[in-house]
């Protein structure tokens, strides 16, 4: 039986059922703590208790059976009844075309897990020549498929959806409480766990006109995800309020603003690329 989705097939059953992971332990007399193990995907249930949570789903699915664990997420989430659902919690997907979408997603199943954890990301200031902003980005996978990211600075909070096409992950995003969007495109990591991306993100700037600006950026990674969403949403939190977004130039590596500086180039006035073959986007280091 397939169980690399496991975890998010059982994240969309609770759901779909709009129940908690002590309410699944109790109706299948299991201990909370190991449905959450479940739902985190350090473990995979034995054939006892995956037999005994099938039989639990099929009293609240009609026609539920231990072979539609074999489905993927699409499939799986159709079975469930909430494609339509899914479908609607995914602003603009309708605007990709379905063999691209479905690409990405696929993408984003393989190797969304590469990428989910804490990340800081700097970029030159807009408004001060020759400083550096940084922020705090958590990346985490979302049960229908699509890899789930929110930034935080300043105030302003921006969370989104992003697809896994060849190396590159498109992102986009919005902040509600100011009516803005994101959009992004970085390097990603072929084979190995993502340590250090870099790309380009277009975003509004906060002055009179909401003027549209695109960042040269590069991400690193600073922690990891600890498996339980709810603690991992209060540690983002608390590392945005204790954010301090300016970076002295000192504190930026000399490698790192060197590679944001040549994101523009003489050569091509106004333009902003980063190109894939002098990227910094890499995996773990190798120690000697």
């Not at 995979?44 to 026609?63: F, K």
């Not at 990428?115 to 996978?141: H, K, V």
């Not at 300016?246 to 190109?275: C, N, Q, W, Y």
């Amino acid at each position: 039986m397939k169980l690399d989705s496991f975890s998010d097939k059982l994240a969309l059953v609770l759901k779909t059922l709009v129940m908690s992971r002590t309410g699944l332990a109790a109706a299948i007399n299991v201990d909370k703590s190991l449905v959450g193990r479940w739902v985190a995907g350090t473990v995979s249930p034995s054939e006892h208790n995956l037999a005994n949570l099938t039989r639990y789903i099929a009293t609240q699915i009609d026609g539920f059976t231990l072979l539609d664990w074999e489905r993927d997420l699409i499939g799986f989430g159709e079975k469930l009844g909430i494609s339509d659902n899914a479908k609607a919690e995914i602003a603009g997907a309708g605007l990709i075309p379905d063999a691209i979408f479905e690409e990405g997603l696929r993408g984003a199943r393989v190797r969304g897990a590469a990428y989910e954890g804490f990340w800081r990301t700097i970029r030159a200031s807009s408004d001060l020549p020759g400083r550096y902003l940084r922020d705090i980005t958590m990346i985490r996978r979302r049960p229908d498929g699509l890899i789930g990211w929110t930034t935080g600075i300043e105030g302003e909070r921006y969370g989104g959806w992003a697809l896994l096409l060849g190396h590159q992950f498109f992102s986009v995003g919005w902040d509600e409480q100011h009516g803005t969007m994101m959009f992004a495109i970085f390097n990603g990591v072929a084979r190995q766990r993502a340590e250090m991306l870099d790309g380009l993100s277009v975003a509004t700037l906060r002055d009179a006109g909401s003027s549209p600006a695109c960042s040269a950026c590069v991400m690193e990674r600073v922690g990891d995800l600890s498996g339980d969403p709810a603690a991992d949403d209060e540690y983002f939190a608390d590392e945005v309020e204790a954010l301090d977004p300016l970076v002295p130039p000192e504190e930026v590596p000399e490698k790192i603003r060197e590679h944001l500086a040549r994101s523009v180039t003489d050569d091509a006035p106004g333009l902003m690329r980063m190109f894939f073959a002098t990227s910094m986007a890499r995996g773990p280091l190798l120690e000697a």
